[in-house]
Nanobody, 122 residues
Framework: QVELVESGGGTVQAGGSLRLSCEASGRSFSHYAMGWFRRSPGKEREFVAVVGGDNGKEYYADAVKGRFTISRDKGASTVLMEMNSLEPEDTAVYYC???????????????WGRGTQVTVAS
C-alpha cells in the first residue's frame, strides 16, 4: 500500500525558515517525480515545486523561486523542501505528491499525502 507522509510543518515568524520532508513507501518511486503543492483557506491547491525522478530537474512556482529549494537523493523516495524568507502569504497546508512526470498540474499526480500545516505569523 502506497503511503506518503509529510512532516516539518509548524508556525514561524515572517522571515523565518522551515524544512518540509515527505517520505513515500509501498513501492519504489525512484523514477517518479515528487512535488509539493499547497492550499490556503478559500483557494485551490496550487503548485509549489517539483523535482523529476530520472533527470532530477527542479521546477518552481514564481511565488517561491529563490526562497524555496526542493531536493531528493537520487533513487530515493524522500523529498525535502527548504523554505526560507517565509511570508504570511506562504501560510497553507502543504501536500506532497508523486507522479510520472514533473508537471504543475495537480490532477496528473497519482499519490498524495495528508498534508502538513505551515503558518507564518506577521
Amino acid at each position: 500500500q502506497v503511503e506518503l507522509v509529510e512532516s516539518g510543518g509548524g508556525t514561524v515568524q515572517a522571515g523565518g525558515s522551515l524544512r518540509l520532508s515527505c517520505e513515500a513507501s509501498g513501492r519504489s518511486f525512484s523514477h517518479y517525480a515528487m512535488g509539493w503543492f499547497r492550499r490556503s483557506p478559500g483557494k485551490e491547491r496550487e503548485f509549489v515545486a517539483v523535482v523529476g525522478g530520472d533527470n532530477g530537474k527542479e521546477y518552481y512556482a514564481d511565488a517561491v523561486k529563490g526562497r524555496f529549494t526542493i531536493s531528493r537523493d537520487k533513487g530515493a523516495s524522500t523529498v525535502l523542501m527548504e523554505m526560507n524568507s517565509l511570508e504570511p502569504e506562504d501560510t497553507a497546508v502543504y501536500y506532497c505528491g508523486v507522479g510520472a512526470i514533473p508537471v504543475r498540474q495537480a490532477s496528473l499526480y497519482d499519490y498524495w499525502g495528508r498534508g502538513t500545516q505551515v503558518t507564518v505569523a506577521s
